[in-house]
Each structure stands twice: as C-alpha cells, then as structure tokens.
C-alpha cells in the first residue's frame, strides 16, 4: 500500500518538473517565431498539453466500440471543459490568492482581457451549440453542427493569430540551453537552436502524460483499496489527473506573473476541447447528453458565463471569479455522491 502512496506522490512530481520545463520550452519557442502571448497561451500551449486527454476518447470511441465504450468517451469529452472551466480556473484563483498571502504578488490578475474573452465566446458559442442544438432538434443536424464546431476553431484560430496582443515577456532562458552553457564553462549569448526547443517541449510533454498515468494509476489503486466507489472515482477524481498538465502549466505561469499566458493556456484548451474532440462524439456515439452529463456542461457554462460577464463589465479577469469554478465543482460532487 505504501508503494502506491510513493508512486502517486512520485507521479505528481514529475508533472511539476515537466510542467515548468514545458512552459519554459513554449516560451522560447513563441519567442523564436516572435509569437505574441495570445497565441503561444491560447494555441499552442493549450493544443499541446490537451492533445493527452483528447486521445483517450479517441481510443475509446473507435478502439474499444461498443454502446459502453462510446459512453465512456462522451463522458471524458464532456470531461475535460467541465474540469478546465471549473477547477482550473480554481488553481488559478488559488495560486494568486497565496501567492498574495506571501507577498510575491498583488490578489489581481494581469490578462489582456480581450484575447480571454474572444477565447470565452468562441468556448461558449461552440460547446452551447453542441450540447443545446441536439436536444432541441434531434440527430438530423448532428454533421451539419460538428462542421460548424471545426470551422469555428478555424476561425478562432486565424482570429488569435491576427489579434493584437503583447510579445512575450522577458524569460530566465530556456533551461535545457543554459545547462549546455554550463557544460561548456561559458555562458551563450546566442539564441537557442529551433531543434533544442523543440526537444525540451516534447520531452517535457511525454514525461507529463508518464507522470499523469502514474498518478491516475496509483489513485485508482488506492481508491480501490479504500473501498471507493470505481463510478464515483471515474467521474470525479480520474478526470482531475488527466487535466493535471494543463493545470499546473498554468500555476507555474501564474506565479511567475504571467497571467495571460495561464489563463490562455485553460481558456484555449477549453475552445479546442469544445469544437474538435466534441465533432467526434457528435458524428461517432448517439451524443445523448442527460443527467449528470448534462449537468456537467451546465456548470462549465455557468462558470464560463460568470468570468465573461466580470470581463465585460470591468473589463479585468478577478480571481474571485475564477475562483468560483471550485464552488461549482463542488456542487457537481456532492450531487454526484448523494444523488
């Protein structure tokens, strides 16, 4: 049993390691092709890190087939908003709010709110259209709204891209770079090679996806040995360790001040989980969305509508806001426990 601890505990320490060396490789990276941070937070951090959690629908569906298959791959599409747009969101509150308590910062959050909000109505327009359409007409419009959901990330893409937002702040360098200056006896005042960065990102993202599958695997583990229900730890606890790289990403950039930068990392996965992943299960499943399902994609609305409207009302992200989406987590759980 005590294995099981060590290896969960070890398992959350190596999404920490490979969590700052992602952030820091993406930054050099942005900086390389002098990306601004709209687009290095909202696309390719965001893509990069979700793509773990978008595979396992993905097996799941057209693996594994079956009805139950194909209702364990909606629930972990419906998954992932429901868990960025409610307890990432948290992290995010949470990190300013001790950050803060210690000094190291201010209990505000420094975004350029235009590119979060343009990230919040492209999430909410696409991911209300895939759960409220099907309901009210039925299956027949099911392809015509999963191409609506890929040319809307299209769009949104292109609109990134061409969007104003500032370069990227200063870094401390890029990590793997400095350690060759070091091997070397001398400091490089050169730029690190494109192939170099690349190398960090990739093999910071693997050593992420190794660490979150050690991690859920030691949980399930000690759920089971504790008797947990295995439903209750599949929907509450199984989906918080797959979204652990998004969240921590967003913690590092958070404490380093880099506020557009987190909340782009978790406003852009949550635009790409809504249109892509949710284009499957609509053309792929019976996508009956009811229940607990539903519920869940309520609240991710919910807690998305409650940062917009701070955003459009005082034009600023507060972490009050984002740290309601822990409130409603919570109401998700202990309904799910006590239903």
Known sequence: M???????????????????????GIEEFGRHFSFSQAVV???FAAVGTALPETILPMVAIFM????????????????APFM?????????????SIAALMKKRAFELKVEAHSIKRDLVFFLAMYSMAIILPLLFG????????????????LYA??????????????????????????????????????????????????MIKGAHTFVQSLEHISARFGMDPLLFALLLAPVATELPEKFNSVTWTWKGRDTLAMGNITGAMVFQSTFPVSVGLLFTEW??????????????????????VIILKKRVSPLAVLFGGTLYLVYALVLIFR
């Open 288 to 309: 009956n969305i009811t229940g607990m399902a539903l519920f869940s994609a309520l609240l991710a609305i919910l807690s998305s509508l409650t940062v917009l409207g």
């Open 84 to 96: 960025l747009s409610t307890l990432a969101f948290f992290l995010v509150g949470l990190t300013v």
């Open 139 to 154: 299956r027949g419009f099911l392809a015509f709204i999963s191409l609506a959901l890929i040319a809307g990330y299209i």
């Open 64 to 79: 594994y087939g079956g009805e139950s298959a194909k209702e364990i791959g909606v629930g972990a599409i419906l998954g």
């Open 2 to 24: 005590a294995s099981y601890f060590l290896f969960l505990l070890f398992g959350l320490v190596m999404i920490l390691f490979a969590a700052e060396f992602f952030t820091n």
């Open 158 to 207: 292109y609109m990134t891209f061409r969007g104003e937002s500032a370069d990227l702040e200063h870094s401390e360098g890029m990590y793997f770079w400095r350690m060759l200056a070091r091997l070397k006896g001398k400091p490089s005042s050169q730029s690190p090679p494109l192939f170099l960065i690349l190398f960090q990102v990739l093999t910071a993202l693997l050593v």
């Open 41 to 43: 937070g909202s696309i």
